[in-house]
């Protein structure tokens, strides 16, 4: 009987993948793409180079990637599930690279959009990343240089 609740639990368990650190990193970047409410050609492709300089991954394992992001995306409702993964699995540094590419996404299409930033800066809140990097992390990625750390 004990076997019996057992597994109950672990059927609703969630699936590892669903939890992997770069599909964490592919839903919030897919969030500030969304941010604004437009989809621009510019920002899809910012997202993608984002996503190959933050992992070893292949352009068809982006676009895998992507798509089970935009799936996550839509189940959830906060972006706390996927900030804690993160926060799990990342140091100091690579919370600036994602900070960067949020702001590489954003800036991308020229144009910064008020709920972008906002977006942005919930993440970093969130990733407790210091403001001095989050303001590092964006004026590198709107002068379009590489970040820092």
Not at 22 to 31: H, K, N, R, V
Request: hydrophobic fraction near 40%.
């Amino acid at each position: 009987m004990i076997d019996r609740i057992l597994s109950l639990f672990k059927e609703h368990e969630p699936e590892k993948d669903e939890y992997d650190i770069s599909l964490a990193c592919a839903a919030l970047l897919a969030e500030v793409m969304h941010a604004d409410h437009t989809l621009e050609k510019e920002e899809a492709e910012a997202l993608r180079t984002v996503l190959r300089k933050l992992f070893p991954i292949t352009a068809d394992e982006v676009d895998t990637l992507l798509a089970q992001a935009a799936a996550q995306v839509q189940k959830s409702n906060d972006l706390f599930q996927f900030t804690k993964i993160i926060n799990e699995q990342f140091s100091a540094d690579e919370k600036v690279r994602l900070v960067h590419g949020l702001w590489t996404v954003a800036y991308s299409d020229s144009e910064l959009d008020k709920y972008e930033e906002h977006m942005i800066r919930k993440v970093a809140d969130l990733l407790y990343v210091p403001h001095s990097d989050f303001i590092r992390a964006r004026n590198e990625a709107r002068d379009g240089l590489p970040p820092h750390v």
